[in-house]
Nanobody
Framework: QVQLVESGGGLAQPGGSLTLSCAAS????????MSWARQAPGKGLEWVSG????????YYADSVKGRFTISRDNAKNTLYLQMSSLKPEDTGLYFC????????????????????WGQGTQVTVSS
C-alpha cells in the first residue's frame, strides 16, 4: 500500500537550516507529482512547495521563495525540502502529499488533487 514517511524535522534557530525528507513506497514515485504542505498552530494548511508533474516544474509559496528548495530523487523514491534562512513563522507540521493521478497536476495547491499524505514532521524555529 502507499506509504509516505516524513523525517528531518526538529528544532532550529532563526536563520538556520533543515532538510526534510519524504520516503515514498507502494506506487511508482517517479510518475507522480508531489507536494509539501504545512500547518502552523491555529492556522490553516499552507501549500509550501511542490511539483506540477513528475518532471521539473515546481511552485513555491511566496512566503518561502528564495529560502526553500524542493527536489526529488526518483531512484530513492524520496522527496526533499531544503529549508534555509528559517524564520519563526516557518514553525509547523510539515506534510508530504502524493497526487491523485500520475502526470501533470493543473492546480497543485488544491487538496482535492492529493490522495495520500504522510503523518507529518514537526519543524520548530525558535531561539
Amino acid at each position: 500500500q502507499v506509504q509516505l514517511v516524513e523525517s528531518g524535522g526538529g528544532l532550529a534557530q532563526p536563520g538556520g537550516s533543515l532538510t526534510l525528507s519524504c520516503a515514498a513506497s507502494g506506487f511508482t514515485f517517479s510518475t507522480y507529482a508531489m507536494s509539501w504542505a504545512r500547518q502552523a498552530p491555529g492556522k490553516g494548511l499552507e501549500w509550501v512547495s511542490g511539483f506540477y508533474s513528475d518532471g521539473s516544474d515546481t511552485y513555491y509559496a511566496d512566503s518561502v521563495k528564495g529560502r526553500f528548495t524542493i527536489s526529488r530523487d526518483n531512484a530513492k523514491n524520496t522527496l526533499y525540502l531544503q529549508m534555509s534562512s528559517l524564520k519563526p513563522e516557518d514553525t509547523g507540521l510539515y506534510f508530504c502529499a502524493k497526487a491523485r493521478h500520475s502526470g501533470y497536476v493543473g492546480n497543485p495547491r488544491s487538496g482535492l488533487n492529493y490522495d495520500y499524505w504522510g503523518q507529518g514532521t514537526q519543524v520548530t524555529v525558535s531561539s
